[in-house]
């Protein structure tokens, strides 16, 4: 798709690349939330949570653009020349991301369309889901006994038609991280297994991490479809597949409101606060 500009004229505004982090509006930085505030515009992803939305001006104009699998509400050809227009009549746009907007965020790919329309911009990064989510779940990514290496990959493509470095992926020591493959766990599964990582491996599925809402689904690569296929998971979801997932059930300090004050299946929930005291 051409990007189109307006003849003889130049932006007035600039174009800020934020990253939201993975939900908890807390872990949002301090420039994000600067920015966020002074916004005129602001195009916002899927996964950026309700209590970042609620920082958003209450005059800027807020555009829904986000993308989830088999949902998506704007093509990104038309994000792309939505932010050019909207810098043309704007003079803080914001692009809002949940994660870092440069771990498979399409941010460069959004940068690239600013850069050829003469557009002005900044990029202010957030935590990505990987390391939001491993966090507060316990699950360290790398550890000196268990994964000297860890990999992110993105699962929601078709998995099926493209290369795949499924022996690299299979390193027992290394933590491989998957965004977005809860539709092809059974891909990912025997992809790995094929390749000879044990069906015994550790693995987690983090359901909307970080948020009051999180939960955790544990098991063994063997029976990834299983956990993938739970009716209680929720989007958003991460995979996290190694032997270091083994050191949450010791490592588990995040502890979110019970859902429905009960003790859930797969983990009991509490209420985690920080004192202002």
């Not at 932006?11 to 966020?36: H, I, M, N, Q, S």
């Not at 038309?78 to 704007?90: C, G, S």
């Not at 369309?113 to 557009?119: C, D, K, N, P, Q």
């Not at 491996?201 to 990834?224: C, D, H, M, W, Y």
């Amino acid at each position: 798709m051409e990007v189109l500009s307006l003849p003889g004229q130049t932006a007035k505004g600039k174009v800020w690349l934020v990253g939201a982090g993975p939900g908890d509006v807390e872990l949002l930085t301090l420039k994000a939330w600067r920015v966020l505030k002074a916004a005129d515009a602001v195009l916002y992803d899927a996964l950026v949570s309700q209590d970042i939305l609620d920082l958003i001006p209450r005059d800027a104009e807020k555009i829904a653009v986000g993308k989830r699998a088999g949902k998506h509400s704007a093509a990104q050809d038309d994000i792309n020349q939505l932010l050019v227009t909207k810098a043309y009549t704007r003079k803080n746009v914001v692009r809002l991301k949940g994660g870092d907007p440069f771990i498979f965020g399409r941010g460069g790919e959004e940068l690239q369309t600013l850069v050829e329309a003469g557009v002005e911009f900044e990029v202010v990064p957030g935590i990505t889901a990987a390391s939001g989510t491993s966090a507060y779940a316990g699950i360290p990514l790398t550890h000196r006994d268990h994964a000297q290496g860890v990999t992110f990959i993105t699962g929601h493509c078709q998995l099926e038609s493209r290369p795949m470095d499924w022996q690299g992926y299979a390193n027992p020591n290394n933590t491989l991280v998957v965004y977005m493959g809860i539709l092809n766990a059974g891909i990912i599964r025997q992809g790995l297994v094929d390749a000879g990582r044990s069906p015994e491996t550790p693995v987690a599925i983090v359901s909307k991490a970080t948020t009051n809402e999180q939960r955790r689904f544990i098991g063994r690569l063997g029976e990834l479809e299983r956990l993938a296929a739970d009716p209680e998971l929720q989007m958003p979801a991460l995979m996290i597949i190694g032997e270091v997932v083994a050191l949450s059930e010791t490592l588990n300090w995040f502890k979110p409101e019970a859902i429905d004050g009960a003790q859930c299946q797969h983990e009991l929930t509490y209420t985690a606060k920080v004192s202002t005291n």
